[in-house]
């Protein structure tokens, strides 16, 4: 019950970041994606299953105030959760990787979703000035971010081992 809180907790903090301080600090109207990093961060550390479950909770968020985020965001989570075997929590280097494809694949559905199927065609403009920046961006934010969800993640595992050695 810790970690559902624990993670509900975040996910909120998260969105209120990237809603509120993160759109106020945008550059030319880019902001990072903090739910993105998120999702694909407790995908590769706890699974597909909880990537999924994760995934799913974040895009609801996004589908309240208006899209279809929710399926999109629960196939993110199951294919980084996909990496588990392969993530080291000492390694930076999978998760940026995983990340910026996470942020990069979720970018060009909604360009498919949102722009093209309306007949707009600039697919050079959207990727320079949106995609790339809003990847660019991501990934800085994910060096701070990410250290932050897997220490809590560490915490969280560390008590849930406690916890269940009591029982044993």
Do not use: H
Not at 79 to 88: A, T
Not at 95 to 122: E, H, K, Q, T
Not at 146 to 156: D, G, H, M, W
């Amino acid at each position: 019950m810790r970690r559902k809180i624990t993670v509900f907790i975040i996910i909120a903090v998260c969105y209120l970041l990237q809603t509120t301080l993160f759109d106020t600090f945008s550059f030319a109207s880019i902001s990072p994606n903090l739910l993105i990093i998120v999702t694909s961060s407790f995908g590769f550390m706890r699974g597909r299953k909880e990537g999924l479950f994760i995934g799913f909770f974040c895009g609801l968020i996004l589908d309240i105030f208006g899209g279809f985020y929710s399926l999109l965001y629960m196939y993110i989570g199951y294919i980084n959760g996909m990496f588990r075997k392969l993530f080291y929590p000492e390694d930076i280097k999978l998760p940026l990787v995983l990340i910026a494809g996470s942020d990069l694949s979720c970018n060009l559905l909604i360009y498919f979703i949102m722009f093209l199927f309306r007949n707009r065609y600039d697919f050079n403009y959207y990727f320079l000035q949106l995609m790339i920046p809003e990847l660019v961006y991501t990934m800085v934010i994910t060096i701070f971010l990410y250290f932050v969800i897997l220490k809590i993640n560490q915490k969280l595992e560390a008590i849930e081992k406690r916890s269940a050695s009591k029982f044993v």
